[in-house]
């Protein structure tokens, strides 16, 4: 398809010859960009000789924004035009430029401009015949004042050929094509999936909406594990018949042997209180931490005896543990699904479904509760097992998308506005418990 250069339409007919078309517009821009008005400006010289070749060569089809300010200036292929409009504002300054320039320039065949909306250079013929205008009498009727400015004549369009194309070229043309909307096809879906959250995305920023949408801080909470340590002058009587190894000489702790019947004076123990934490609530709380992360939140971590109930009330919060936290305890004491003694979690609407933990806990049990108006009149959620596996698999479920999705498939209509518990299994090997299974369920 061929391009041709645009041209101003005018009042008065006349017409540069074809021939040597390009050169004289090439002379005109090369005078333009040395005059005053663009002397000063690199940005005003690289735009404007820019657009003119462009039209000149027939590629007008270059003439996109966001390509020109990749080409000209230098910015990356897949800018945002609407964030940074530096081609928009540039071309309103070469505009303003030419217009200063054809105010004190008239001795070119050729007149180059940009029309507004439009990146395009159109050029005109100007009429040789300014000298011979009348000078204007500083008074008489009928006579203006303004300055005579000199005619534009339009520049006949240059049409070039259409080449010959061969089946061969055209076959090439069309596979490329294809290979370019399959191209195109892709990096559509590669959008959408980046952009468009999934459906178990979707269903697990619902079920995380109380606390992600809250405008206060999120609050979790771990208590501390009851632990008993041997006092300094207990542990100094026993190195003083038991030398220490290398490493307790540098301070590391090791298990005392305690022999079936050995007798301890209770001064001998004293109790570390808000001091122990086990391994399945820092991984429950590092995972929780991480999507906080992810999600942007801020939060504050408590732990021990370092909270209260005044603290509860001022911010969303996520408990951490059971039987080593007495908030868990106490905020969920009154649901379906509470804690039985050490080992167990029992269904208080029919006390005969119970769960326990095995010896050894290599079976392991837990309960996460999703409380949006909570004892403490703030969005509470729990995750709390009867061991620390327990509690670990329970924050693995809570930051898992697809396991939410799963869960919330089963839930009734308007879910995301109720009260949720789930009880979960989990099997603990070596210490670590495996992904948590669903066992039981309630939404009210």
């Given at each position: 398809m061929g391009h041709a250069l645009e041209?101003?339409?005018?009042?008065?007919g006349g017409s540069l010859p074809q021939n040597g078309l390009a050169e004289l517009i090439q002379k005109a821009l090369a005078e333009i960009l040395i005059s005053n008005p663009?002397?000063?400006?690199?940005?005003?010289?690289d735009l404007l000789r820019f657009i003119v070749d462009k039209t000149v060569s027939g590629h007008a089809e270059l003439l996109k924004e966001r390509v020109i300010g990749s080409e000209v200036f230098g910015r990356p292929p897949d800018y945002d035009t609407n964030s940074d409009p530096i081609v928009r504002a540039r071309v309103a300054e070469v505009r303003k430029r030419l217009a200063?320039?054809?105010?004190?320039?008239?001795?070119?065949?050729?007149?180059?401009?940009?029309?507004?909306?439009?990146?395009?250079?159109?050029?005109?013929?100007?009429?040789?015949?300014?000298?011979?205008?009348?000078?204007?009498?500083?008074?008489?009727?009928?006579?203006?004042?303004?300055?005579?400015?000199?005619?534009?004549?339009p520049i006949p369009q240059v049409v070039v050929a259409k080449p010959m194309v061969s089946p061969s070229s055209r076959r090439f043309s069309q596979r490329t094509w294809s290979i370019n909307a399959a191209f195109a096809?892709?990096?559509?879906?590669?959008?959408?999936?980046?952009?468009?959250p999934s459906s178990e995305t979707r269903a697990f920023n619902r079920f995380w909406t109380p606390i992600l949408d809250s405008h206060q801080n999120t609050l979790i909470y771990v208590g501390g594990n009851a632990v008993y340590q041997l006092s300094p002058a207990y542990l100094a009587a026993y190195y003083r018949e038991h030398p220490r190894n290398p490493a307790e000489e540098?301070?590391?702790?090791?298990?005392?042997?305690?022999?079936?019947?050995?007798?301890?004076?209770?001064?001998?123990?004293?109790?570390?209180?808000?001091?122990?934490?086990t391994i399945g609530d820092?991984?429950?709380i590092t995972k929780i931490e991480s999507l906080l992360v992810r999600r942007e939140r801020k939060f504050n971590i408590r732990y021990g005896e370092d909270v209260a109930f005044g603290d509860l009330r001022e911010s969303p919060t996520i408990l951490i543990g059971a039987h080593n936290n007495s908030w868990t305890l106490s905020?969920?004491?009154?649901?379906?699904?509470?804690?039985?003694?050490?080992?167990?979690?029992?269904?208080?609407?029919?006390?005969?479904?119970?769960?326990s933990a095995s010896a050894g806990f290599t079976e392991d049990y837990a309960i996460v509760s999703r409380i949006l108006n909570s004892k403490t009149g703030t969005t509470v959620i729990a995750a709390a097992g009867v061991g620390y596996a327990g509690t670990q698999a329970a924050a693995d479920f809570l930051t898992n998308s697809q396991s939410i999705s799963a869960l919330v498939k089963s839930?009734?209509?308007?879910?995301?506005?109720?009260?949720?518990?789930?009880?979960?299994h989990t099997t603990v090997t070596n210490q670590l418990p495996s992904a948590p299974d669903v066992v039981a369920t309630y939404c009210w």
């Amino acid at each position: 398809m061929g391009h041709a250069l645009e041209s101003e339409e005018s009042s008065q007919g006349g017409s540069l010859p074809q021939n040597g078309l390009a050169e004289l517009i090439q002379k005109a821009l090369a005078e333009i960009l040395i005059s005053n008005p663009f002397r000063a400006s690199k940005q005003a010289q690289d735009l404007l000789r820019f657009i003119v070749d462009k039209t000149v060569s027939g590629h007008a089809e270059l003439l996109k924004e966001r390509v020109i300010g990749s080409e000209v200036f230098g910015r990356p292929p897949d800018y945002d035009t609407n964030s940074d409009p530096i081609v928009r504002a540039r071309v309103a300054e070469v505009r303003k430029r030419l217009a200063l320039y054809y105010q004190i320039e008239h001795e070119h065949a050729v007149r180059i401009s940009v029309p507004l909306g439009s990146f395009r250079a159109v050029f005109g013929r100007i009429d040789g015949n300014r000298s011979h205008l009348p000078a204007a009498p500083p008074h008489g009727p009928g006579l203006s004042s303004k300055p005579v400015e000199p005619e534009i004549s339009p520049i006949p369009q240059v049409v070039v050929a259409k080449p010959m194309v061969s089946p061969s070229s055209r076959r090439f043309s069309q596979r490329t094509w294809s290979i370019n909307a399959a191209f195109a096809v892709v990096l559509l879906i590669l959008v959408i999936l980046r952009w468009i959250p999934s459906s178990e995305t979707r269903a697990f920023n619902r079920f995380w909406t109380p606390i992600l949408d809250s405008h206060q801080n999120t609050l979790i909470y771990v208590g501390g594990n009851a632990v008993y340590q041997l006092s300094p002058a207990y542990l100094a009587a026993y190195y003083r018949e038991h030398p220490r190894n290398p490493a307790e000489e540098m301070g590391f702790e090791s298990y005392i042997p305690l022999p079936p019947g050995t007798k301890i004076d209770g001064q001998d123990l004293y109790p570390a209180k808000d001091t122990f934490v086990t391994i399945g609530d820092v991984a429950a709380i590092t995972k929780i931490e991480s999507l906080l992360v992810r999600r942007e939140r801020k939060f504050n971590i408590r732990y021990g005896e370092d909270v209260a109930f005044g603290d509860l009330r001022e911010s969303p919060t996520i408990l951490i543990g059971a039987h080593n936290n007495s908030w868990t305890l106490s905020v969920t004491e009154n649901l379906r699904f509470v804690f039985d003694g050490p080992s167990s979690i029992v269904d208080r609407s029919d006390p005969r479904k119970r769960w326990s933990a095995s010896a050894g806990f290599t079976e392991d049990y837990a309960i996460v509760s999703r409380i949006l108006n909570s004892k403490t009149g703030t969005t509470v959620i729990a995750a709390a097992g009867v061991g620390y596996a327990g509690t670990q698999a329970a924050a693995d479920f809570l930051t898992n998308s697809q396991s939410i999705s799963a869960l919330v498939k089963s839930l009734p209509n308007g879910w995301e506005k109720k009260n949720i518990q789930i009880v979960l299994h989990t099997t603990v090997t070596n210490q670590l418990p495996s992904a948590p299974d669903v066992v039981a369920t309630y939404c009210w």
